[in-house]
């Protein structure tokens, strides 16, 4: 009879598209704009915790200021009644300092260069003598 349609091959090529095992792949110029969009988001995310960081940061500050000025203001008392305390020279003194050659404010002005140059205060360094030397 006419009314009978065959539709077996129809049925077959639908199966073999859905069945394909072989994956789509991506074109060049879409593989870029992923890599675009994926780097653009772990910068905007490491942007973010960088402003985070600054913010946490200006905070904390903040809050060990308020601290240092609650700890100043007893220690500039402190320091205030130990400078009205006579103190002995001696206390200061650490050895002897022999000058041949110079006087005590070129004396004076080489041990504060040495000691800026080096960063030890000038109280933690000892100097033995301090001999002028005439280039000739």
């Known amino acids: 009879m006419g009314l009978l349609i065959d539709l077996t091959p129809a049925v077959e090529s639908v199966s073999d598209a859905t069945t394909s095992s072989e994956p789509e792949v991506a074109s060049i110029s879409e593989a870029l704009s992923y890599a675009g969009f994926t780097i653009a ?42 400078a009205a305390k006579p103190e002995k020279e001696e206390e200061f003194s650490s050895g002897t300092l022999r000058l041949k050659g110079c006087d005590e404010k070129t004396a004076a002005m080489i041990m504060a ?13 000892v100097f033995k003598s301090i001999t002028l030397v005439d280039n000739e």
Not at 59 to 67: H, L, P, R, T, Y
């Open 41 to 82: 988001i772990v910068f905007g995310v490491l942007l973010l915790i960088f402003i985070c960081i600054k913010i946490a940061g200006a905070i904390f500050s903040g809050v060990s200021k308020a601290e240092n000025s609650k700890k100043a203001a007893p220690a500039a008392a402190e320091q205030t009644a130990v």
């Open 113 to 125: 260069i040495v000691s800026d140059n080096t960063g030890i205060p000038l109280s933690e360094l």
